[in-house]
């Protein structure tokens, strides 16, 4: 079985938490294969990967949509008026498909490296602080599901976060041509919410393609609440930054160094 792990990162995203990610990644067996997607130049030499701006449809999407306020959900579309809220601000996260999408085509160009096996998409502002099995990883994507994923049943979109493709399974390709095709023909302004999650449970809702649900017991964090938070820790919103979260990590004996050393067993 191969086993492949991705994850995206801009610039920025690579100094606050992207970095962090891949320091942690000696905790996940050798066996697993991680592919690190940027955005122009590569942030260390030493990454396996490629750069999302030299790949289609992501290329022309972005460039169609660079300097569209509604597109980056600062201007509300005329069919999706805003909440009250986002007004004042002037911007909503729901309608951010500019920023959403890097998500997208990041998974989907991926998957094109990939032949068959297992693959995990995984936010870069997740950091891991115990090993990882292989045993794990068939647990949260069992051979006979499709996808698996942390659904929020009680909330308007899943944490995804996390989410496993069983590329040797016959429904899963046509699942991620999909999830692609909705940002690269700009059928998600046809939505009633533009971000991937939303779009992702939509998708799911159609094409109803056999999936694993991960078990969890909370709304503000499934990751962390589910068997992933034994091994792993999903630093969203506020936690990037270090409130809390990343701090509390780098402050504890589960050191990006400490990991280091127990990986080579030292």
Known sequence: MRYSVVTSFSPEGWNLYGQNFVETFVYW???VKLICVWEGAPP???LNGFDLLETEPARSFFT???DDPIIAGKVPHPKWPWDKKSEAKGYNFRFDAYKFAHKVFALTA??????????FWLDADVITHAPVSLELLDRVLPDLAAISYLPRHDYTHSECGFIGFNLDHNHTRRFLAAFEDVYASDDFTKLEAWHDSFVFDRLVEWRKPPAFHLEHDSKSQP?????LGNCMTHLKGRRKHGEPGWVEFRASSKSPLTARKAAAGV
């Open 44 to 46: 260390r030499g030493d």
């Open 223 to 227: 990751f962390d609440n589910s068997v």
């Open 64 to 66: 169609r949509h660079l």
């Open 29 to 31: 067996p050798r066996a």
């Open 110 to 119: 991926a998957s094109r490296y990939v032949e068959d096996g297992k693959l």
